[in-house]
């Protein structure tokens, strides 16, 4: 997987529930944590949510903490090496987190395998996990059936803007639509085959269709040739699985045969982080 791979969902993975709190009020649940500890997460969280990099006044505004208490979290994450300061004087997420998301994307992979063969097993197609990193999708893991193989890009440690992917869609049709518009913004909509969509509002659309029947769809738009389609883990997460295979394959039988297995085993994988939360 390359060194890119999940720097910033280590951050997101790392305490997810107790920045979401920490960002909604500016204080920590009060279970007896840490009230730093939370914040600093809090600030990686944040970071993330912003694609990456981000200055530090939309920082303190974004997690509504003190602007003094924001400088001083910072610096000392900027002196761990877990936040950068850029030259832009923005900051941004630090390599030491490419150790943190590196291990975590493969335990992710190793807990989540069991479930994706079992889904290859009843469907005969491959089966990949992926995760939203930054404004990214990371495919993670994988499993494919012993024929009927192809390669494609789904391959583990493969990066791609969301709006092209099944999974990028069933991850996104989840986050608010102002949020979804502001990373659309950031990656830019290219277009990938002549199927793929290229504007805002017409995504926008598609996550609502996505939302409706509970499944997402890449017909052609990634890779000519190759019908994909996904569900979003439940939970903070920012995981989908998702059924890839040529298109004469993928028909909407297939899909009909496909949404049950998939959504049975995005259940066992929430329910496996949950356990090792």
């Known amino acids: 997987m390359p060194a890119r791979t999940s720097i910033s969902s280590a951050a997101s993975s790392a305490r997810s529930s107790a920045a979401s709190s920490a960002k909604a009020s500016g204080t920590t649940r009060s279970t007896g944590g840490v009230q730093s500890l939370d914040r600093a997460f809090a600030i990686l969280e944040t970071i993330a949510d912003a694609g990456g990099v981000i200055s530090l006044s939309q920082l303190a505004s974004d997690t509504r903490l003190p602007l003094p208490t924001i400088h001083r979290l910072v610096r000392t994450l900027v002196d761990l090496g877990y936040v950068r300061q850029e030259p832009s004087r923005q900051y941004s997420l630090g390599p030491r987190l490419i150790r943190l998301g590196e291990?975590?994307?493969?335990?992710?992979?190793?807990?989540?395998?069991?479930?994706?063969?079992?889904?290859?097993?009843k469907v005969g197609e491959s089966v990949n996990l992926a995760v939203l990193d930054g404004d990214q999708i990371v495919y993670v893991g994988q499993v494919m059936p012993s024929?009927?193989?192809?390669?494609?890009f789904t391959e583990v440690g493969r990066r791609v803007n969301p709006h092209t992917t099944a999974v990028g869609k069933a991850i996104l049709a989840n986050v608010d639509a102002a949020q979804v518009r502001a990373l659309l913004a950031r990656t830019?909509?290219?277009?990938?085959?002549?199927?793929s969509i290229t504007t805002p509002d017409a995504f926008i659309e598609e996550l609502e269709r996505t939302r409706e029947r509970g499944y997402?769809?890449?017909?052609?738009?990634?890779?000519?040739?190759?019908?994909?389609?996904?569900?979003?883990?439940p939970g903070e997460h920012r995981l989908a699985l998702s059924i890839s295979g040529p298109q004469p394959r993928m028909g909407d039988g297939m899909i009909a045969k496909a949404v049950?297995?998939?959504h049975a085993a995005a259940d066992a994988v929430a329910a496996e982080l949950d356990e090792h939360a």
């Open 147 to 152: 024929q009927n193989s192809m390669r494609m």
């Open 216 to 233: 997402a769809l890449d017909n052609e738009e990634q890779e000519l040739g190759v019908r994909c389609v996904a569900v979003a883990v």
């Open 188 to 195: 830019g909509m290219d277009a990938r085959t002549e199927h």
């Open 260 to 262: 049950g297995p998939l």
């Open 103 to 121: 291990l975590t994307s493969r335990r992710l992979a190793t807990w989540a395998r069991p479930h994706l063969a079992d889904v290859v097993a």
